[in-house]
């Protein structure tokens, strides 16, 4: 499968697709981004979980998080309930209820099982609610993006074979005709 596979090109689309995507947010410090990751190779959800690929991901995703000063957040697969890891800074921040899970290849994936090895003291969380998702290979992380989501366009349509979506968020409009907004 290796050989189908061009790595230079997922840390490419990887890093042209986090920094679109801070630009884009302009994330205020310790926010948090949400990752979701699947798919790369192109095969079925759960069916082909590839650690060297997760490794460019997860590693250029936690360079740039880091560099902007920003929270990186990983969803697990639905196997554990959408479980997050998160490194222990963000989750005492933010008083998130810790799970005892562990992600794995079989369940959670290997995007969120390398977060968890690779974050400076990681903690998985059952939820969260942030202002930034990326989702690579449509693992479904706007359950974790405030009310009101926004999706915005990159120049990355996906990461591999995955399909890339990013989602925002923008505070409710509330009011009438009357009203005024920001």
Request: aromatic share 8%.
């Amino acid at each position: 499968m290796n050989n189908l596979i061009d790595f230079g090109e997922i840390k490419y689309q990887t890093e042209t697709l986090f920094n679109e995507a801070i630009d884009h947010c302009k994330p205020q410090k310790e926010q948090i981004l949400i990752l979701g990751c699947s798919r790369v190779a192109g095969f079925d959800i759960g069916t082909a979980p590839n650690l060297e690929m997760a490794e460019i991901i997860i590693d250029t995703a936690l360079t740039l998080t880091r560099q902007n000063r920003i929270f990186l957040a990983v969803q697990g697969c639905e196997h554990i309930n959408r479980a997050i890891a998160i490194e222990f800074e963000a989750y005492q921040k933010y008083n998130f209820e810790e799970v005892n899970v562990l992600s794995t290849l079989k369940a959670g994936g290997a995007c969120c099982e390398l977060a968890y090895k690779k974050m400076t003291n990681p903690v998985m969380i059952e939820k969260v609610i942030t202002d930034i998702g990326i989702d690579i290979g449509d693992t479904s992380v706007g359950m974790h993006v405030k009310f009101v989501q926004v999706p915005f366009k990159t120049k990355i349509k996906s990461v591999g074979k995955a399909h890339v979506s990013c989602l925002t968020s923008r505070p409710k409009l509330i009011g009438g005709n009357r009203a005024s907004y920001k």
